[in-house]
C-alpha cells in the first residue's frame, strides 16, 4: 500500500491533536511526511569552544550541564527555563521560554551538543532556545523542519524517522533506471534518507540533486503533457548549414553560449521533422541578436525569409540598424516594418515582402497585420518575448507554412515559471556574458545624495561617457514622484546647463522617439532623461551610468532589465538607485540589487517578494507548489528538461508501465496547484 495513503495518526505519539498540528503544514499522509524535506540543516560536527565565540553568530557548543534547570515563571503565564553549561574554554548560559519539558530533558553532569545563536549580556555569553541533542545519538548533521505553533523540531524529527523506517526495503524508483544511470542520479530510497539524515554533506548533496531533479522532470513532463501539441511535419526542412560563412563575417568571436544556441537552432531546422520552436534564454547583453542574425542568414542562404519582431520602435530600428551592419557585404536585403511608416512606405514594404524582394524583415507588431503576406517564410523570431502573449506568438506562427519559431527572451523570468509559460518550447540558455564585460557597480543612495550622485555623473560625462536618468512618470502628477519632463528641465537649467540633455518617454510620438535614441546612440545627447521605455534592448555602449529614480517603484526585473543598459562597453559602469523608502521589503529588494547582477536570482527574489503577477501581469495562474526544487538551478533545469524529453520520445504519453510511479508523481503535483504562490 502507498505510504500516501497512510494516515500520520499510525505514528507513535501523534495523536488528534498533532494530526491536526501537521496537517497545518499540509502533511496527512506518511508519504507527505517523507516528502517533507527540511527547511535547512545543523552541522553538529563543527563544534566551537565557547571561549571562541562572538557575540550574534550561530555555533554547534559541546557542554555539560553544570547545575539543576531552573524554572522562572512570568507573566502571562510563560515560563522561562535556565541553566549554565561549560566545556574546557568557560560557561554560557542557556534559556528556554515556553518549553517546561527542559528540566526533565538536561540533566546535570550530562554533556550535549546545543546549538544556537551567541548573544553577549551583562553576565556573560548566552544562547537563547538552542536546539540540542544527546552526544549519543547525535547526528553530525540533523534536519531542521519548517514548523507550525505547537510543534517543535524533535517531534517532527521523530515522526520523520518513523516514517522512513515504514519505506519497504526496496522502494520502486519512479524515475526509470536508465535515467537515473544516464544523470548519475542517486535511488529513491538512499534520497530520502539522506535527505532527512544526511550521513554527511556529499551524501546531501547527492540526495538533493535527484530529488530536485525529479520534482523538477516531473513538472516538466506535466507541463509537456499539458501543452503537448501534436506537431505537425514541416515542410520547411533546410538542407544545407551556413553557420560558418556567417561567423566568419562577424566582427567580433562568439561566446561558446552563443555558438551553442546557433547549433540548436540549425539542428532544429535542419533534422526535426516538426517546425523549430525554441527560446532562447540569456541575461541582458548576452548577444542573442546575433544568434538570431545566424537564423536569419540560415534561412535566407536556404532561399526563405525571415521574421524578427521588437515589441518598441526603438528596438526594431536598432535590430534593423544592427542587422544592416552585419549584413552589409552580402546582397541580403532588411527591410523595416513598423507603425511609424507612412501609408505608403508601408505599402511599398509589404510588397517587398510579399514579391519575396525582402529577405529580412524586421519590425513591431505592424508585421502581424494581415495584410503583411510573406513570400516564402522560414522562421519567425520574437524578441523580449515577455512582452508579447502568447497569441501573437501563436499569430506570427500562422504567417507562411508552419514557420519555424525561435522566442528570445531576457532571463528575468524565473526559469520555472518559464517552462510554465514556454512549456512547449525547447530551450537553449546563453549563460555566458561576452568577454570584456566589467561588473556594474550598483549604490543604493537616498535623495540628499542626489547633488553628490549628479556630480559623479557629471564627472563621467567630462570623460566622455553618457549617462541615462529613469523616472517613473511622464508628467507631474498629483504625487511627488518625479517625472521625466520636469526632471530633465530642471536638469537642463541647473545642474547640466551646459550639457545637451534629451527626453524619451512613450508618449512621444514614434518618429521623435526614434530621433531622440539615434542622436543619443551617436552621442549628441549625452544625459537621455526617459521613462522606462529604454528598458527594452537598446544598445549604447557609450553610456555608463544609470541613475533610477523612486527605484521603489520598479520591479527587481524592470530594474535590472534598467541596469543591462550599461556596462555594454570597455568602460567601468554605474547604477545608481535613488530611494527614501524605509520599507524592509524594498531595502531587501534594492539590496539584491546592489548585490548581485545574476538575472535569475534577482528573478527569484523577485518572484518571492512580489509574487508571479510580474511576469504573467494580471492574469492568475496556478502553480504547482514545489517542496525542493529551486528557481534558479539552472543545470538542473535543462538536464530535467532533457529527461523529460527523452521519456516522451520513448513514450509519448508515458503510458508506458515503467513510467507509472512517474505518472502517479504528475498527479500528485498538479493536484496541489491551488493556493500557491499568491
Ligand atoms: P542581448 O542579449 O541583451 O539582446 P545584444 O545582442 O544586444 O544583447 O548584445 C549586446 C552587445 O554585445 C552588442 O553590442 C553586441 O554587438 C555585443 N556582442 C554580442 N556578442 C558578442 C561577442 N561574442 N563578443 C563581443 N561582443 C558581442
Ligand atoms: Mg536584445
Same mark, same amino acid.
Given at each position: ?460 560625462? !567630462?570623460? *566622455?561617457?553618457?549617462?541615462?536618468? /529613469?523616472?517613473?512618470? #511622464?508628467? &507631474?502628477?498629483?504625487? @511627488?514622484?518625479?517625472? %521625466? =519632463? ?34 543619443? !546612440?551617436? *552621442?549628441?545627447?549625452?544625459?537621455? /532623461?526617459?521613462?522606462? #521605455?529604454? &528598458?527594452?534592448?537598446? @544598445?549604447?555602449?557609450? %553610456? =555608463? ?134
Amino acid at each position: 500500500m502507498s505510504l500516501f495513503a497512510v494516515p500520520i495518526s499510525k505514528l507513535s505519539g501523534i495523536g488528534k491533536k498533532r494530526e491536526e498540528l501537521f496537517s497545518k503544514l499540509n502533511i496527512h499522509s506518511v508519504g507527505d511526511l517523507i516528502r517533507f524535506y527540511p527547511r535547512t540543516y545543523e552541522n553538529w560536527s563543527d563544534v566551537t569552544l565557547i571561549s571562541e565565540v562572538t557575540h550574534g553568530e550561530k555555533y554547534v557548543i559541546k557542554a555539560t550541564v553544570s547545575e539543576a534547570v531552573r524554572t522562572i515563571r512570568l507573566s502571562g503565564g510563560r515560563i522561562m527555563c535556565r541553566v549554565a553549561v561549560f566545556d574546557e574554554s568557560g560557561y554560557m548560559n542557556l534559556v528556554f521560554f515556553n518549553n517546561r519539558y527542559i528540566p526533565s530533558m538536561l540533566h546535570y553532569g550530562e554533556t550535549y551538543l546545543f546549538y544556537g545563536r551567541v548573544m553577549k549580556e551583562a553576565i556573560g555569553y548566552q544562547m537563547t532556545s538552542p536546539e540540542f541533542s544527546s552526544i549519543k545519538d547525535a547526528d553530525s548533521i540533523s534536519p531542521v523542519y519548517n514548523l507550525t505553533a505547537g510543534l517543535n523540531n524533535r517531534v517532527v524529527t521523530k515522526a520523520v524517522r518513523e516514517a522512513l523506517s515504514m519505506l519497504p526495503e526496496e522502494i520502486r524508483d519512479p524515475i526509470p533506471y536508465q535515467i537515473l544511470n544516464q544523470y548519475h542520479l542517486c535511488t529513491l530510497s538512499y534520497a530520502l534518507e539522506n535527505i532527512h539524515f544526511p550521513s554527511d554533506l556529499r551524501a546531501l548533496e547527492k540526495a538533493r540533486e535527484r530529488l530536485v531533479f525529479e520534482e523538477l522532470l516531473v513538472l516538466n513532463l506535466g507541463m509537456r503533457l499539458l501543452k503537448s501539441r501534436v506537431s505537425e511535419q514541416t515542410p520547411l526542412r533546410m538542407e544545407k548549414d551556413y553557420t560558418a560563412e556567417f561567423i566568419s563575417s562577424l566582427p567580433f568571436e562568439l561566446t561558446r553560449a552563443q555558438h551553442n544556441a546557433i547549433v540548436d537552432c540549425v539542428n532544429d531546422m535542419m533534422h526535426k521533422t516538426s517546425p523549430m520552436n525554441r527560446l532562447i534564454q540569456g541575461d541582458v547583453g548576452s548577444g542573442k541578436t546575433a544568434v538570431c542574425a545566424a537564423v536569419c542568414y540560415q534561412c535566407v542562404r536556404n532561399g526563405y525569409q525571415a521574421a524578427f519582431m521588437a515589441p518598441t520602435e526603438i528596438l526594431a530600428s536598432q535590430h534593423y540598424e544592427t542587422f544592416l551592419h552585419f549584413f552589409e557585404d552580402t546582397d541580403i536585403k532588411i527591410e523595416l516594418l513598423t507603425g511609424s511608416l507612412s501609408a505608403a512606405e508601408k505599402k511599398r514594404a509589404r510588397e517587398r515582402i510579399e514579391s519575396g524582394d525582402a529577405d529580412i524583415v524586421i519590425g513591431t507588431h505592424a508585421i502581424l497585420s494581415e495584410s503583411t503576406v510573406f513570400h516564402r517564410l522560414g522562421c519567425a523570431i520574437t524578441d523580449e518575448q515577455h512582452r508579447f502573449g502568447v497569441d501573437q506568438r501563436a499569430k506570427l506562427a500562422s504567417k507562411g507554412e508552419q514557420p519555424h519559431i525561435l522566442v528570445l527572451s531576457a532571463t528575468p523570468i524565473p526559469r520555472t515559471l518559464g517552462l510554465i509559460i514556454y512549456g512547449d518550447l525547447d530551450i537553449t540558455v546563453i549563460d555566458e556574458l561576452p568577454p570584456g564585460r566589467t561588473e556594474i557597480q550598483t549604490l543604493l543612495i537616498s535623495s540628499e545624495k542626489r547633488d553628490r550622485a549628479l556630480s559623479f555623473i557629471r564627472s563621467q560625462l !567630462s570623460e *566622455g561617457r553618457q549617462c541615462y536618468i /529613469v523616472c517613473p512618470l #511622464v508628467d &507631474e502628477g498629483e504625487s @511627488d514622484l518625479n517625472s %521625466a =519632463t520636469d526632471y530633465a528641465a530642471e536638469l537642463m537649467l541647473t545642474h547640466f546647463r551646459d550639457i545637451p540633455v534629451g527626453i524619451l518617454h512613450g508618449k512621444m510620438k514614434s518618429k521623435d522617439k526614434d530621433d531622440v535614441m539615434r542622436r543619443f !546612440s551617436s *552621442g549628441e545627447i549625452m544625459v537621455l /532623461v526617459s521613462t522606462t #521605455v529604454v &528598458e527594452v534592448g537598446v @544598445d549604447v555602449k557609450n %553610456a =555608463t551610468v544609470m541613475m533610477i529614480e523612486n527605484a521603489e517603484r520598479f520591479g527587481l526585473s524592470t530594474l535590472h532589465q534598467l541596469r543591462g543598459r550599461v556596462g555594454r562597453g570597455e568602460h567601468k559602469s554605474y547604477c545608481i538607485l535613488v530611494s527614501d523608502n524605509e520599507s524592509e521589503n524594498t531595502k531587501l529588494r534594492l539590496s539584491t540589487m546592489c548585490r548581485t547582477s545574476n538575472g535569475f536570482e534577482i528573478a527569484d527574489m523577485d518572484l518571492k517578494l512580489r509574487g508571479p503577477g510580474d511576469f504573467f501581469g494580471s492574469r492568475q495562474h496556478g502553480l504547482p507548489k514545489l517542496s525542493i526544487a529551486d528557481f534558479s538551478d539552472t543545470d538542473t533545469v535543462s538536464r530535467s528538461s532533457d529527461a523529460a524529453k527523452e521519456l516522451l520520445e520513448f513514450s509519448s504519453d508515458l503510458s508506458d508501465p515503467s513510467l507509472k510511479g512517474l505518472r502517479a508523481e504528475i498527479r500528485q503535483l498538479f493536484e496541489n496547484t491551488e493556493n500557491t504562490m499568491n
